[in-house]
């Protein structure tokens, strides 16, 4: 007897694409920039959100979307400086997808929004195939992960419109490379941006702002 084999990924990835596009277009909508932050967990993302309220949040109305597997402890975060937060629970789930996205756009007052942060679950691997409907994809990759990520994980690497090279402040304990990560970053993706920074002290964050504040002013219409 011969077995029957479902192809069930595609299937799931087409939908999610197309709830994406609905996603994308109900944002432009309302004149928002949506930014899609990745990265391993621990690398650094809801740090780099709190730098970023705390530089942004008199310029630009944000609200951040935060994904996790459970708890709401970054979205208590971000609450906490007065920032519209959703926390999407994906109760196992490894990625957020463009469903849980729009039930998150559904609860923010889009007419008051300008810039809506989602931090994805922490995962270089499925984040890379679910598109949520964000503007821009922004990866971060901390040092003591290492210089040889974008061999492993080339698909979120291609992906990226910019790369955050976090927590510069430890390269003297840790065997990164910076040339060779430059390198397999340039051979796989040449235009994204790649910034080297630490959200902790805070070094090389103005090129972070300065190319958000830029993606800000473009989707201004
Ligand atoms: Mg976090
Ligand atoms: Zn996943």
């Known amino acids: 007897m011969s077995v029957k084999i479902l192809t069930i990924k595609e299937d799931i990835l087409g939908a999610n694409t197309e709830n994406a596009k609905g996603n994308e277009e109900l944002v432009d909508k309302h004149h928002i920039l949506m930014i899609n932050i990745t990265s391993s967990p621990g690398a650094g993302k809801t740090s780099l959100i709190m730098q970023t309220i705390g530089r942004l949040k008199e310029k630009a109305r944000m609200a951040v979307i935060e ?4 708890s709401s402890i970054d979205a208590d975060k971000v ?26 756009l559904d609860n923010l007052d889009l007419d008051h929004t300008d810039l809506i942060v989602i931090e994805n679950v922490g995962n ?27 061999h492993k994980y080339p698909l979120m690497f291609t992906q990226a419109d910019v790369i955050l090279i976090n927590k510069t402040d430890v390269l003297p304990h840790f065997d990164f490379n910076m040339s060779a990560f430059s390198k397999a970053v340039s051979g796989l ?18 090129q972070w702002f300065s190319w958000l504040w830029d993606a800000l002013e473009q989707r201004k219409v």
């Open 124 to 150: 270089l691997i499925c984040p890379a195939e679910f598109a949520l409907g964000a503007h821009k994809q922004v990866l971060i990759l901390s040092v003591p992960e290492g210089d040889d990520k974008p």
């Open 189 to 206: 993706n040449p235009a994204a941006a790649v910034y080297p920074i630490s959200a902790k002290t805070g070094e090389g964050l103005e």
């Open 79 to 104: 609450s906490g400086e007065g920032i519209p937060a959703i926390q999407i629970n994906t109760a196992g789930a490894c990625h957020l997808d463009a469903n849980m996205i729009r039930k998150a």
């Open 67 to 70: 994904g996790d597997i459970a």
